[in-house]
């Protein structure tokens, strides 16, 4: 600034700090076998919606289906999931299932069957746990009998646990009324 003539001080020079120095890029440690073993992406096979398979169908990972799938499904251990474009022709056994589109046969599962609300389902149904969602379309048989297969330590409901009869809804039903009667 100038004060009656004056000039202004020079601003001072300032220093340029050095340069960072750079060192040489390091790569991260590898990771241990053990952790990159846990540390796995889902696998989740697809039948996409202009596939049509016939045939058995067998593997190692999850599988969606949004096509047609006509024959078996043998999917122990994993689950299966049918898109509400999926149509499918087969008898299915897997870990779980879940019915978004449309399913004619039995199916078989160690944990768990669902029948979502666009689902439709004809055929039996064998599993220690069955839902159906509020409109969902069923015909068909459900065993719920927790006795046998890999299922067998999942707990009934109690009334059944009382009547000892899991095999459908409908009789675990009538013999909790009647057993309450008397």
Do not use: C
């Not at 969602?133 to 048989?141: E, N, P, S, T, V």
């Amino acid at each position: 600034m100038t004060w009656l003539g004056q000039k202004s001080d020079p601003e001072p020079v300032r220093p340029i700090p050095p340069a960072a120095a750079t060192s040489p890029h390091v790569a991260p440690p590898p990771i241990a076998r053990e952790a990159a073993a846990t540390v796995q992406p889902t696998k989740v096979a697809g039948i996409g919606r202009s596939v049509h398979v016939k045939g058995e169908l067998t593997g190692n990972a999850d599988l969606a289906i949004e096509g047609k799938v006509e024959g078996t499904i043998a999917l122990n251990g994993y689950n299966v999931t049918i898109a509400p474009t999926g149509h499918v022709a087969a008898e299915i056994r897997a870990k779980s299932v879940v019915v978004g589109g449309q399913v004619t046969g039995s199916i078989s599962a160690e944990e768990r069957v669902e029948v979502t609300a666009t689902g439709s389902l004809v055929g039996d149904v064998r599993a220690p746990r069955v839902v159906l969602a509020d409109g969902a379309r069923f015909k068909g048989r459900i065993d719920m009998d927790t006795k046998s297969g890999p299922g067998a330590l999942v707990a009934a409901p109690a009334a059944s646990r009382v009547m000892g009869n899991t095999s459908t809804a409908h009789d675990e039903a009538h013999a909790y009324a009647s057993a309450t009667k008397g």
